[in-house]
């Protein structure tokens, strides 16, 4: 489930640019992304009570190109037909995408936290 969720070629280029280094700037784009998220999506929610597509619209492609760096494709893929839907108005639309969102969330989160506990940044789950 884990290269479902997240595509780990994305951190392949992290160790060819910084090599030794790569396990620490991965640990914090990893840690940044997992604490953001969540208040991203939260804006999001609120500008869409709101009715304000244009900010829903912004929100969306920030967290579109956060997942995509963090090898979240799926979630990058619903965030961009998110944006998509926020650009044109389709408020339905939108709201059934910041759903599928935040369901993908918890999956890529859980990869994400084997990430870093394969860079040697977290405990062991049984510890």
Do not use: Y
């Amino acid at each position: 489930m884990f290269l479902e969720v997240i595509d780990a070629r994305a951190f392949d280029q992290f160790v060819a640019l910084w090599g030794e280094d790569a396990g620490e700037i991965i640990e914090e784009i990893v840690t940044l992304f997992l604490r953001s998220a969540p208040r991203m999506m939260e804006e999001m929610e609120q500008a869409l009570e709101q009715g304000n597509l244009k900010e829903l619209r912004r929100l969306a492609h920030s967290l579109k190109a956060n997942s995509a760096t963090v090898g979240a494709h799926r979630m990058a893929n619903l965030c961009q037909r998110l944006e998509d839907a926020a650009e044109v108005g389709q408020v339905e639309e939108a709201a059934q995408l910041l759903a599928q969102v935040r369901e993908e969330f918890p999956l890529v989160e859980g990869a994400l936290e084997n990430v870093l506990f394969t860079f040697g940044r977290l405990p062991s789950p049984s510890e």
